[in-house]
């Protein structure tokens, strides 16, 4: 089979998902268990540490990919320490204070290169699993979700920057924010958007970091706009018509991100077991740290 012209070398797509199951199950951090408790407990005053910042990194990865809820994750480090008596089980309300603690950043399981990428956006509605349901029994309104917005990189599908907000936000009004976590990852050339980034500031935005915007304009967009960028870009796009208009601009890696949210949401499921804003974002943002991880096995 052939993508992009290039041919799929499926032995080494079927080893990269084979050392997941691998991944889940690695203990490596075992051995080195006792040098890096002693070092957290180190000058620590009260109650010193019984599980390690990467025991507990294990034990989120679990919880997540899995779905675990804390008591039954209290049940599988009761299993894993008879296992390995090395590492110790913990009660559910600690193991829920550890995870919520953790500070995983999205870059720490990137792979970067110094040249500059072409990035897609989008956003996608994730429900609050908990919830949502009892607001809606309880007050008649509608059940709520939680929106993601993700740059990817278009040629290696990597979250490289995520903002998580409420429902009612809208793309536009995210997307500076977004941009500025994204070039911190790096430069970037080129950014690949559908009509709900089509506003004059979008386009000022990107024109002014030097990044060329692919967008696909509104049925309603106008050529008569005040911005400049964007009276070009509608001008064009109504001279060529969509097809030809896309296979210039290469509007079609959109889907990269596309892409990226289905394997995230069929990784993680469409829901957060969260139920503040703050930790469905701390949540989120551990999620998207292993997909990046489970991305660069």
Not at 1 to 30: A, N
Request: aromatic fraction near 10%; charge should be positive; charged fraction near 30%.
């Amino acid at each position: 089979m052939v993508e992009g012209g290039v041919p799929v070398d499926w032995g080494s797509v079927d080893e990269r998902l084979i050392r997941r199951g691998e991944l889940l199950l690695s203990l490596e951090f075992v051995d080195g268990y006792d040098g890096e408790l002693r070092a957290m407990n180190l000058g620590k005053v009260g109650r010193p540490f019984v599980l390690t910042e990467r025991y507990a990194e294990f034990l989120s990865v679990v919880r997540y990919l899995f779905g675990f809820p804390y008591r039954q994750l209290e049940g599988f480090t009761r299993a894993l320490n008879r296992l390995v008596p090395k590492l110790p089980s913990a009660d559910y309300s600690g193991l829920r204070r550890r995870i919520l603690d953790l500070d995983l950043q999205l870059y720490e399981s990137l792979r970067l290169s110094d040249e500059p990428v072409v990035v897609a956006v989008d956003s996608t509605g994730v429900r609050v699993h908990k919830a949502g349901g009892w607001v809606e029994r309880r007050y008649g309104k509608k059940k709520r979700y939680v929106k993601i917005h993700l740059a990817v990189d278009v040629e290696t599908k990597q979250a490289l920057a995520m903002i998580v907000t409420t429902d009612g936000t809208h793309d536009s009004r995210v997307f500076p924010q977004l941009l500025r976590k994204t070039e911190r990852r790096g430069k970037v050339s080129k950014v690949v958007m559908d009509g709900a980034y089509d506003s004059s500031e979008v386009y000022e935005t990107l024109e002014q970091r030097g990044i060329e915007a692919v967008i696909k304009p509104r049925r309603n967009s106008r050529t008569d706009t005040p911005s400049e960028p964007r009276r070009e870009a509608v001008s064009q796009y109504k001279r060529l018509g969509h097809e030809r208009w896309a296979k210039l601009k290469g509007y079609r890696r959109r889907w990269s991100v596309e892409t990226a949210y289905s394997t995230f949401k069929r990784t993680f499921g469409e829901f957060c077991m969260a139920k503040t804003m703050k930790n469905i974002t701390k949540e989120l943002a551990t999620k998207a740290f292993i997909y990046n991880m489970l991305l660069n096995i």
